[in-house]
């Protein structure tokens, strides 16, 4: 028998389990989170170079973008590539339906044209970090349920946290 509160209050999702944090005053993973922040000089902003980099267990339900594998850096506090997002927000304007929320807007692949799939709990990825090995840090991000229509999608990120140069390896 179904009562009405059973269809008002559905039964809670199953929790996931919190992953670690891992880091040091130059980088920072939260796995549970799945972002990365990696500096060269986090004590004097004006001077730090910043990659901050996205492959979430969280997918890209309702505000979130489709942009697992996504970076970003940062000089001095200025973007130099950063995701081209919005030019003043307005729900339902072409610009956001067709550009904000879309993968064409991030740093990441399209796959004969086709990006990830925006709002959906399964575009997921994960961060399998490599922190600090001398003055380099390597980010493996995981990317292949994000990207559905291929059977392996690798996306590592190294930076040098003293020159901060940064090479992606799709």
Not at 48 to 68: E, L, M
Not at 76 to 103: D, N
Not at 116 to 145: C, F, M, W, Y
């Amino acid at each position: 028998e179904l009562h009405l509160l059973d269809v008002i209050v559905p039964a809670p999702r199953a929790k996931l389990h919190e992953l670690p944090r891992v880091g040091s005053d130059r980088s920072y993973v939260s796995l549970d989170a799945g972002l990365a922040s990696l500096h060269t000089d986090l004590r004097h902003p004006e001077r730090d170079i910043a990659v901050f980099a996205r492959a979430s267990r969280y997918g890209t339900p309702s505000h979130q973008h489709a942009d697992q594998g996504d970076f970003a850096i940062l000089a001095g506090g200025r973007g130099l590539i950063i995701p081209s997002g919005s030019f003043g927000y307005q729900f339902g304007e072409e610009h956001h339906r067709v550009w904000t929320q879309q993968t064409v807007a991030a740093n990441c692949i399209l796959v004969d044209g086709c990006g990830q799939k925006k709002e959906s709990a399964e575009a997921t990825g994960r961060i399998e970090p490599e922190l600090e090995n001398g003055d380099v840090s390597r980010l493996k991000l995981h990317l292949e349920p994000a990207y559905p229509m291929l059977t392996k999608y690798l996306r590592t990120l190294v930076f040098n946290h003293v020159t901060g140069v940064l090479v992606v390896t799709d």
